[in-house]
Protein backbone atom coordinates (compact mmCIF):
# COMPACT_ATOMS: atom_id res chain seq x y z
CA UNK A 1 0.00 0.00 0.00
CA UNK A 2 1.45 3.50 -1.14
CA UNK A 3 1.71 6.03 1.63
CA UNK A 4 -0.55 8.36 -0.21
CA UNK A 5 -3.19 5.55 -0.19
CA UNK A 6 -2.51 4.95 3.42
CA UNK A 7 -3.20 8.77 4.80
CA UNK A 8 -6.01 8.89 2.47
CA UNK A 9 -7.77 6.22 3.96
CA UNK A 10 -6.42 7.08 7.85
CA UNK A 11 -8.12 10.45 6.85
CA UNK A 12 -11.47 8.87 5.67
CA UNK A 13 -11.32 6.36 8.60
CA UNK A 14 -12.20 3.50 6.57
CA UNK A 15 -10.09 0.17 7.21
CA UNK A 16 -8.04 -0.70 3.77
CA UNK A 17 -7.84 -4.40 2.82
CA UNK A 18 -5.18 -6.71 4.57
CA UNK A 19 -1.87 -7.67 2.77
CA UNK A 20 -2.76 -10.43 0.99
CA UNK A 21 -6.17 -10.14 1.09
CA UNK A 22 -8.11 -10.45 -3.04
CA UNK A 23 -11.75 -10.73 -2.20
CA UNK A 24 -12.94 -7.54 0.26
CA UNK A 25 -16.54 -7.10 1.47
CA UNK A 26 -18.65 -3.76 0.88
CA UNK A 27 -16.89 -2.16 3.67
CA UNK A 28 -13.45 -2.83 2.27
CA UNK A 29 -14.31 -1.68 -1.33
CA UNK A 30 -15.97 1.24 -0.07
CA UNK A 31 -12.64 2.04 1.61
CA UNK A 32 -11.15 1.76 -1.58
CA UNK A 33 -13.23 3.70 -3.04
CA UNK A 34 -12.89 6.59 -1.39
CA UNK A 35 -8.44 5.93 -1.75
CA UNK A 36 -9.66 6.71 -5.30
CA UNK A 37 -9.54 3.41 -6.88
CA UNK A 38 -9.86 2.72 -10.53
CA UNK A 39 -13.93 0.92 -10.46
CA UNK A 40 -13.79 -1.87 -12.95
CA UNK A 41 -17.15 -3.44 -14.22
CA UNK A 42 -16.24 -7.23 -15.09
CA UNK A 43 -20.13 -7.85 -16.49
CA UNK A 44 -18.89 -6.68 -20.20
CA UNK A 45 -21.75 -6.66 -22.62
CA UNK A 46 -24.03 -8.02 -20.09
CA UNK A 47 -23.21 -4.84 -17.85
CA UNK A 48 -26.39 -2.98 -16.32
CA UNK A 49 -28.09 -0.78 -13.76
CA UNK A 50 -26.97 -0.36 -11.23
CA UNK A 51 -22.76 0.52 -11.52
CA UNK A 52 -20.33 1.14 -8.51
CA UNK A 53 -19.51 4.94 -8.66
CA UNK A 54 -17.20 5.89 -10.69
CA UNK A 55 -17.27 2.35 -12.43
CA UNK A 56 -15.73 1.71 -16.19
CA UNK A 57 -17.23 -1.71 -18.46
CA UNK A 58 -14.54 -4.00 -19.32
CA UNK A 59 -15.55 -7.23 -21.61
CA UNK A 60 -12.64 -10.01 -20.76
CA UNK A 61 -13.39 -11.06 -24.35
CA UNK A 62 -11.89 -7.67 -25.53
CA UNK A 63 -8.63 -8.71 -24.07
CA UNK A 64 -8.10 -11.78 -26.01
CA UNK A 65 -6.13 -12.76 -28.78
CA UNK A 66 -8.15 -13.89 -31.21
CA UNK A 67 -12.59 -13.67 -31.41
CA UNK A 68 -13.63 -17.44 -31.56
CA UNK A 69 -12.78 -20.32 -29.12
CA UNK A 70 -10.45 -18.54 -27.27
CA UNK A 71 -9.42 -17.68 -24.09
CA UNK A 72 -5.66 -16.73 -24.20
CA UNK A 73 -4.97 -13.28 -23.17
CA UNK A 74 -4.58 -10.83 -26.27
CA UNK A 75 -0.49 -9.21 -26.87
CA UNK A 76 0.82 -7.45 -23.54
CA UNK A 77 0.52 -4.09 -25.76
CA UNK A 78 -3.19 -4.37 -26.43
CA UNK A 79 -3.54 -4.97 -23.18
CA UNK A 80 -1.91 -2.01 -21.43
CA UNK A 81 -3.17 0.11 -23.92
CA UNK A 82 -6.59 -1.00 -23.04
CA UNK A 83 -5.84 -0.81 -18.97
CA UNK A 84 -4.45 2.48 -19.57
CA UNK A 85 -7.67 4.18 -21.42
CA UNK A 86 -9.51 2.89 -18.36
CA UNK A 87 -7.52 5.15 -16.06
CA UNK A 88 -5.72 2.42 -14.47
CA UNK A 89 -2.18 3.53 -12.65
CA UNK A 90 0.29 1.70 -10.61
CA UNK A 91 -0.16 3.77 -8.28
CA UNK A 92 -3.63 3.56 -7.50
CA UNK A 93 -5.55 0.33 -6.45
CA UNK A 94 -7.89 -1.28 -8.51
CA UNK A 95 -11.54 -2.95 -7.28
CA UNK A 96 -13.07 -5.49 -9.69
CA UNK A 97 -16.87 -6.15 -9.68
CA UNK A 98 -18.55 -8.72 -11.42
CA UNK A 99 -21.75 -10.50 -11.21
CA UNK A 100 -20.82 -12.95 -8.53
CA UNK A 101 -23.14 -16.55 -8.89
CA UNK A 102 -24.91 -15.05 -12.10
CA UNK A 103 -21.85 -15.01 -14.03
CA UNK A 104 -18.57 -17.10 -14.78
CA UNK A 105 -15.83 -15.61 -12.88
CA UNK A 106 -15.34 -12.80 -14.90
CA UNK A 107 -14.30 -10.24 -12.13
CA UNK A 108 -11.61 -12.77 -11.43
CA UNK A 109 -10.10 -13.00 -15.22
CA UNK A 110 -9.60 -9.36 -15.21
CA UNK A 111 -8.09 -9.23 -11.89
CA UNK A 112 -5.82 -12.35 -12.73
CA UNK A 113 -5.17 -10.39 -16.06
CA UNK A 114 -4.10 -7.17 -14.15
CA UNK A 115 -2.06 -8.97 -11.67
CA UNK A 116 0.07 -10.97 -14.84
CA UNK A 117 0.79 -7.89 -15.78
CA UNK A 118 2.23 -6.86 -12.60
CA UNK A 119 -0.23 -4.59 -10.89
CA UNK A 120 0.46 -4.58 -7.18
CA UNK A 121 -2.68 -3.80 -5.53
CA UNK A 122 -6.06 -5.63 -7.53
CA UNK A 123 -8.99 -6.42 -5.52
CA UNK A 124 -12.32 -8.24 -6.09
CA UNK A 125 -15.36 -6.97 -4.78
CA UNK A 126 -17.06 -10.38 -2.57
CA UNK A 127 -20.45 -10.60 -3.38
CA UNK A 128 -20.24 -8.56 -6.82
CA UNK A 129 -22.92 -6.17 -7.87
CA UNK A 130 -25.96 -7.72 -5.38
CA UNK A 131 -23.50 -7.45 -2.24
CA UNK A 132 -22.85 -3.72 -2.91
CA UNK A 133 -26.70 -3.21 -3.47
CA UNK A 134 -27.98 -4.87 -0.73
CA UNK A 135 -25.40 -2.76 2.04
CA UNK A 136 -27.50 0.35 0.37
CA UNK A 137 -24.23 2.18 -0.81
CA UNK A 138 -24.32 4.60 -3.81
CA UNK A 139 -24.64 3.53 -7.33
CA UNK A 140 -25.24 5.43 -10.41
CA UNK A 141 -27.63 4.40 -13.62
CA UNK A 142 -24.92 4.50 -16.11
CA UNK A 143 -20.87 3.98 -16.45
CA UNK A 144 -18.08 6.06 -16.00
CA UNK A 145 -16.82 7.51 -19.74
CA UNK A 146 -13.00 6.63 -19.84
CA UNK A 147 -10.91 8.96 -18.26
CA UNK A 148 -8.61 8.11 -21.67
CA UNK A 149 -4.77 6.94 -21.95
CA UNK A 150 -2.28 7.26 -19.07
CA UNK A 151 0.88 6.14 -18.84
CA UNK A 152 1.21 2.63 -16.75
CA UNK A 153 4.02 0.63 -16.96
CA UNK A 154 3.80 -2.89 -16.22
CA UNK A 155 6.20 -5.70 -15.41
CA UNK A 156 4.76 -9.18 -16.12
CA UNK A 157 4.50 -11.80 -13.54
CA UNK A 158 4.72 -14.92 -15.90
CA UNK A 159 4.33 -18.00 -12.68
CA UNK A 160 1.08 -16.58 -12.89
CA UNK A 161 -0.32 -17.73 -16.40
CA UNK A 162 0.71 -21.98 -17.78
CA UNK A 163 0.64 -22.54 -21.14
CA UNK A 164 0.01 -26.13 -22.58
CA UNK A 165 4.02 -27.49 -21.73
CA UNK A 166 3.50 -26.79 -18.65
CA UNK A 167 -0.14 -28.59 -17.83
CA UNK A 168 1.56 -31.46 -19.79
CA UNK A 169 3.98 -32.18 -17.73
CA UNK A 170 2.60 -31.36 -14.55
CA UNK A 171 1.02 -34.98 -14.13
CA UNK A 172 4.95 -36.32 -13.81
CA UNK A 173 5.60 -33.96 -10.68
CA UNK A 174 4.52 -34.11 -7.32
CA UNK A 175 4.97 -29.77 -6.54
CA UNK A 176 1.78 -28.72 -8.93
CA UNK A 177 -1.53 -29.89 -8.61
CA UNK A 178 -3.70 -29.29 -11.97
CA UNK A 179 -7.37 -27.99 -10.92
CA UNK A 180 -10.10 -28.55 -13.71
CA UNK A 181 -12.74 -26.34 -12.52
CA UNK A 182 -15.70 -26.66 -14.93
CA UNK A 183 -18.61 -28.99 -14.29
CA UNK A 184 -18.73 -32.11 -13.48
CA UNK A 185 -20.13 -33.18 -17.23
CA UNK A 186 -17.99 -31.19 -18.74
CA UNK A 187 -15.02 -32.97 -16.55
CA UNK A 188 -16.69 -36.19 -18.08
CA UNK A 189 -16.40 -35.08 -21.32
CA UNK A 190 -19.49 -33.04 -22.85
CA UNK A 191 -18.56 -30.14 -24.76
CA UNK A 192 -21.46 -27.07 -24.26
CA UNK A 193 -18.99 -24.61 -26.21
CA UNK A 194 -18.53 -26.45 -29.10
CA UNK A 195 -14.65 -27.45 -28.10
CA UNK A 196 -13.07 -30.64 -30.50
CA UNK A 197 -12.82 -33.04 -27.87
CA UNK A 198 -13.92 -33.59 -24.83
CA UNK A 199 -12.88 -35.16 -21.41
CA UNK A 200 -10.50 -33.21 -19.04
CA UNK A 201 -6.17 -33.59 -18.98
CA UNK A 202 -4.76 -36.46 -17.43
CA UNK A 203 -4.07 -36.55 -13.81
CA UNK A 204 -5.95 -32.97 -13.09
CA UNK A 205 -8.57 -33.56 -10.13
CA UNK A 206 -12.13 -32.02 -10.27
CA UNK A 207 -13.32 -28.80 -8.31
CA UNK A 208 -16.33 -27.12 -9.64
CA UNK A 209 -15.67 -22.99 -9.69
CA UNK A 210 -19.46 -22.51 -7.74
CA UNK A 211 -18.50 -24.60 -5.10
CA UNK A 212 -16.19 -22.15 -3.65
CA UNK A 213 -19.09 -19.46 -3.26
CA UNK A 214 -22.71 -19.55 -1.62
CA UNK A 215 -26.18 -18.74 -3.04
CA UNK A 216 -25.24 -15.18 -2.80
CA UNK A 217 -22.29 -15.55 -4.40
CA UNK A 218 -19.96 -14.84 -1.46
CA UNK A 219 -16.69 -16.64 -0.70
CA UNK A 220 -16.98 -19.30 1.42
CA UNK A 221 -14.94 -19.10 4.99
CA UNK A 222 -11.12 -19.16 4.72
CA UNK A 223 -11.14 -22.83 6.57
CA UNK A 224 -13.74 -23.88 4.44
CA UNK A 225 -12.21 -23.02 0.96
CA UNK A 226 -8.59 -24.38 2.25
CA UNK A 227 -10.50 -28.00 3.42
CA UNK A 228 -11.51 -28.16 -0.22
CA UNK A 229 -8.25 -27.67 -1.79
CA UNK A 230 -6.78 -29.64 0.32
CA UNK A 231 -9.10 -32.42 -0.19
CA UNK A 232 -7.98 -32.08 -4.09
CA UNK A 233 -4.38 -32.85 -3.21
CA UNK A 234 -3.08 -29.41 -2.72
CA UNK A 235 -0.28 -28.75 -0.22
CA UNK A 236 1.08 -25.63 1.04
CA UNK A 237 4.24 -26.11 -0.74
CA UNK A 238 2.48 -26.78 -3.85
CA UNK A 239 1.90 -24.87 -7.03
CA UNK A 240 -1.74 -25.00 -8.05
CA UNK A 241 -2.63 -24.48 -12.15
CA UNK A 242 -6.06 -24.47 -13.19
CA UNK A 243 -8.26 -24.37 -16.01
CA UNK A 244 -11.80 -24.29 -17.40
CA UNK A 245 -13.00 -23.57 -20.93
CA UNK A 246 -11.57 -20.37 -21.91
CA UNK A 247 -9.71 -18.96 -18.63
CA UNK A 248 -12.21 -17.13 -17.06
CA UNK A 249 -13.51 -19.33 -14.06
CA UNK A 250 -10.26 -21.14 -13.98
CA UNK A 251 -8.77 -17.46 -13.17
CA UNK A 252 -11.60 -16.56 -10.38
CA UNK A 253 -10.58 -19.84 -8.66
CA UNK A 254 -6.55 -18.70 -8.76
CA UNK A 255 -7.54 -15.62 -7.14
CA UNK A 256 -9.30 -17.63 -4.45
CA UNK A 257 -6.32 -19.27 -3.95
CA UNK A 258 -4.40 -16.07 -3.86
CA UNK A 259 -6.86 -14.87 -0.87
CA UNK A 260 -5.97 -17.89 0.52
CA UNK A 261 -2.41 -18.09 0.38
CA UNK A 262 -1.46 -19.33 -2.59
CA UNK A 263 -0.05 -16.54 -4.63
CA UNK A 264 1.77 -18.54 -6.42
CA UNK A 265 -0.90 -20.14 -8.39
CA UNK A 266 -1.27 -20.38 -12.36
CA UNK A 267 -4.43 -20.01 -14.62
CA UNK A 268 -3.82 -21.87 -18.25
CA UNK A 269 -6.14 -18.82 -20.17
CA UNK A 270 -5.64 -21.12 -23.26
CA UNK A 271 -7.73 -23.98 -20.85
CA UNK A 272 -9.84 -26.62 -22.72
CA UNK A 273 -10.19 -24.76 -26.03
CA UNK A 274 -6.38 -24.74 -26.35
CA UNK A 275 -5.79 -28.30 -24.88
CA UNK A 276 -8.49 -30.04 -26.73
CA UNK A 277 -7.48 -28.41 -30.29
CA UNK A 278 -4.34 -30.02 -29.93
CA UNK A 279 -4.32 -34.01 -31.28
CA UNK A 280 -1.10 -34.50 -29.72
CA UNK A 281 -2.76 -33.70 -26.67
CA UNK A 282 -3.91 -36.65 -24.58
CA UNK A 283 -7.48 -36.34 -23.08
CA UNK A 284 -9.31 -38.50 -19.84
CA UNK A 285 -12.66 -39.26 -19.55
CA UNK A 286 -12.10 -40.87 -16.23
Given at each position: ?????????????????????????????????K??????????????????????????????????????????????Q??A?????Q?????????????????????????????????????????????????????????????????????????????????????????????????????????????????????????????Q????????L?????????????????????????????????????????????????????????????
Amino acid sequence: MSAGILLLACLVGSPMPASGQVFVGPQGAQALLKAQATIIDARGTFASKPYLPQAQVIDWMALRDGIARTGRLAPESALRQAFAAAGVEQERPVLVYGAAQDGWGEEGRIWWTLRYLGHPQVYILDGGISAWAQAKLPTIRAPREAPGATKWRSTVRPRLRAAHAEVAQAQHRKDVVVLDVRTPEEFAGSTPYLSPRGGHVPGAQHLQWRELIDAQGRLLPVPKLKALFRAKGLTERQRAIAYCTGGVRSAFVVAVLAHIGHPDSANYDGSWWDWSMQDNLPVAKD
